[in-house]
C-alpha cells in the first residue's frame, strides 16, 4: 500500500472494491497518496475572506419562524439533534455546490454502510452504481450476484426505486433504498438504450460475497492453411480479474505463475464489469509487463500540492512472445482503466471489447467527526502520455457488443474475438 498521510483521515479504497456487493456511494476511491493540509488546523481556523453572516441569519430565522407543513406521526429514524443534521445539511450543501457526482458527505448511517462494506460480505443487491449526468447509473452487477440474475447491466439509468423518483437523490440517499435484509425485494425502474419505455425490474436482496479472480484455459482449434483442422499450439489462457482489492495483486501473481506453467502465450485479461480498486494493485499488476521506470499513471493534484508519478516496479517477466489481450467493457473503471491503458500505451496488449466508463478522477474520504466523513475529488488520473483518463471512456482497440441476444443465448462474441485475434492475428 502506498504511505497516508500522517493526518488524520482514514485509509481509503476504492469503493468498487467493496460497494458493488450491495451498492456502493461511488466508484474510484482509491488509497490517497498524500495529504499536505492539517484537518485540525482546518476545523479551528475559519477561511479568510468569507462572509458567514448570511448562514447565521438563516439558521436564527429557521429557529424563530419555522413551522413543518405537516405533524410527522412517524418515528425518528436518527438519534442526532436538530443543531447537528442542520450542520450536515450544510456540509452536504458545499459538497453538493462542487457539481462533482464523486463528492458528497456521509453523515453517521451512510458512513456506517461504508465502514461495513470495507469488511467483506454483507447482504445487498451486487452492484456499483454512481450518479452520471445528474441521473442514477449502474456502472457494474458483480457476477453471480442478485443484481446481475435479475438481468441489470452497465450503463443501465435507474430513474425509482420501490416507485420513488431518483432525480436528485445522491448516492448515499439511494443506498438507504436499496440496501436491505436477505430475502427481501426491491423494485428498480430501469431505462436502457434499445428500450422504448422503463420498465421495472425487481431484485431479491441476498448475501453477497466478493470474487476477486478466476483462471481457465481454453483449447481452441484453427484451421491450417492447407485446409485441415488441428488443435491450436498454444493455448489460451484466461484470468479474470473482478476488483482490484487488498489481496488481488497477490492472487494475480499465483495467477500468473499457473499461466507460465501452463505453456500457453496467450493471456487474455478480462476486466469486464470490474469497476476498481486498489492503486497499488494495479501498479503492481502492471510491473509484471513494463520495464523499471515506466510510467503507469500520475495524479494530479491541480497545483494544490505537488503530482505523484507511479512507475512500474520492472518485473517485465514476458519475452516479445507473449500476446496478451484485455476485455473491457463501461462496466470497467477506475484501476481497471489504468491498468488497461498502461498496458496498450507501451503495446503490450490490445484492448477489445466496448468503452470503458471513464473514472478519471481520485477521490479521498476524510474524516469530519468520529461519525462522519466527506468523500472529495482531490486529483486527477493522468495516463503514460500525460493526457487524463477520458470522461467518456477509453475506446478498444477492437469494439465488439454484446447484444441482449447474445446474453441471452450465453454467448460471448467479446470473448471470442480475442481469442481469435489471439490466435489468427485477426
Known amino acids: 500500500m502506498p504511505e497516508t498521510s500522517q493526518h488524520n483521515r482514514r485509509a481509503l479504497l476504492v469503493l468498487g472494491v467493496v460497494g458493488l456487493t450491495a451498492v456502493s456511494f461511488s466508484i474510484g476511491l482509491v488509497m490517497g497518496a498524500r495529504t499536505d493540509v492539517s484537518l485540525a488546523m482546518l476545523a479551528e481556523t475559519p477561511p479568510e475572506g468569507v462572509n458567514f453572516s448570511p448562514v447565521w441569519k438563516a439558521w436564527r430565522i ?5 413551522v413543518p407543513a405537516a405533524v410527522s406521526t412517524s418515528t425518528p429514524t436518527t438519534t442526532a439533534s436538530v443543531e447537528e443534521i442542520r450542520v450536515w445539511g450544510m456540509i452536504q450543501g458545499l459538497a453538493n455546490s462542487l457539481d462533482d457526482p464523486y463528492t458528497f458527505f456521509l453523515p453517521p448511517v451512510e458512513n456506517q454502510i461504508f465502514g461495513e462494506d470495507m469488511n467483506g460480505s454483507f447482504e445487498g443487491v451486487g452492484m456499483e452504481i454512481a450518479v452520471r449526468n445528474q441521473v442514477l447509473t449502474v ?6 450476484t442478485p443484481a446481475e440474475r435479475a438481468g441489470l447491466k452497465s450503463g443501465d439509468r435507474i430513474t425509482h426505486i420501490d416507485h420513488l423518483e431518483t432525480r436528485g437523490l445522491d448516492i448515499s440517499g439511494a443506498v438507504r433504498r436499496i440496501r436491505g435484509p436477505k430475502g427481501t425485494v426491491v423494485v428498480l425502474t430501469v431505462v436502457r438504450e434499445g428500450w422504448s419505455e422503463p420498465r421495472d425490474i425487481s431484485v431479491t436482496r441476498d448475501t453477497i460475497d466478493i470474487p476477486t479472480i478466476s483462471t481457465e484455459r481454453i483449447k481452441q482449434t484453427i484451421s491450417t492453411e492447407s485446409g485441415d483442422s488441428k488443435e491450436a499450439k498454444q493455448d489460451v489462457f484466461v484470468i479474470e480479474l473482478m476488483n482490484f482489492s487488498a489481496n488481488s495483486a497477490g492472487l494475480f501473481r499465483s495467477a500468473l505463475r499457473e499461466f507460465v506453467e501452463s505453456g500457453s502465450q496467450n493471456l487474455i485479461i478480462d476486466l469486464r464489469g470490474n469497476p476498481g480498486g486498489y492503486l497499488e494493485a494495479a501498479v503492481e499488476m502492471a510491473s509484471w509487463f513494463l520495464p523499471s521506470g515506466k510510467i503507469v499513471v500520475e495524479e494530479d493534484y491541480g497545483g494544490n500540492v505537488g503530482n505523484i508519478v507511479h512507475r512500474s516496479r520492472g518485473y517485465d517477466i514476458f519475452n516479445n512472445n507473449l500476446k496478451v489481450v484485455v ?17 496498450q500505451h507501451y503495446g503490450k496488449a490490445t484492448l477489445v471489447g466496448e468503452s470503458t466508463f471513464g473514472k478519471g478522477s481520485v477521490q479521498e474520504l476524510v474524516d469530519i467527526t468520529p461519525e462522519t466523513a466527506l468523500k472529495i475529488t482531490v486529483a486527477r488520473w493522468l495516463g503514460p502520455d500525460g493526457a487524463q483518463i477520458p470522461q467518456d471512456g477509453i475506446v478498444p482497440d477492437v469494439e465488439v457488443e454484446i447484444s441482449d441476444e447474445d446474453r441471452e443465448a450465453k454467448r460471448d462474441p467479446q470473448m471470442e474475438a480475442a481469442i481469435e485475434l489471439l490466435l489468427t492475428g485477426k
Not at 139 to 144: N, Q
Open 139 to 144: 456502472v457494474s452487477p458483480l457476477k453471480g
Open 327 to 343: 476485455l473491457i467493457d463501461q462496466g470497467s473503471a477506475s484501476a481497471s482503466e489504468i491498468f488497461a491503458v498502461a498496458l
Open 62 to 66: 429557521i429557529d424563530e419562524r419555522f
